[in-house]
């Protein structure tokens, strides 16, 4: 039997002002295997990496380096305080 399921991903922008400064940065985009999370206050902070199908992958650490390379390429999600945040891409 084949089943076909649908998902349905909403995602919400807010739009900036020029005068606005992004709290994070994430790069590059599309990566291979290592991402930065690069976070505008110090101190650290956890982010939220999930996939398409909203199942996590990991908690990373902001204001670091990531070694990515265990995950399959296509689009995720970063997610701070249960927002998305970023759609980046793994691409090899």
């Known amino acids: 039997h084949f089943y076909t399921v649908k998902f349905y ?3 919400t ?4 002002s ?11 985009n ?11 206050n110090l101190s650290p902070s956890t982010v939220e990496i999930k ?7 990991g908690k990373l650490f902001t204001n670091q380096s990531h070694d990515l390379s265990h995950l399959a390429n296509g689009v995720y999600f970063i997610l ?3 927002r998305i ?3 980046v891409i793994k691409q090899q």
């Open 51 to 57: 996939n398409t199908l909203g199942h996590s992958c």
């Open 30 to 40: 599309p990566f291979q295997n290592t991402l930065k999370i690069k976070h505008k």
């Open 85 to 87: 945040i970023e759609k």
């Open 9 to 11: 991903l909403c995602v």
């Open 18 to 28: 020029s005068t606005d400064q992004r709290i994070m940065s994430v790069f590059p």
């Open 80 to 82: 701070h305080e249960g």
């Open 13 to 16: 922008t807010k739009t900036q």
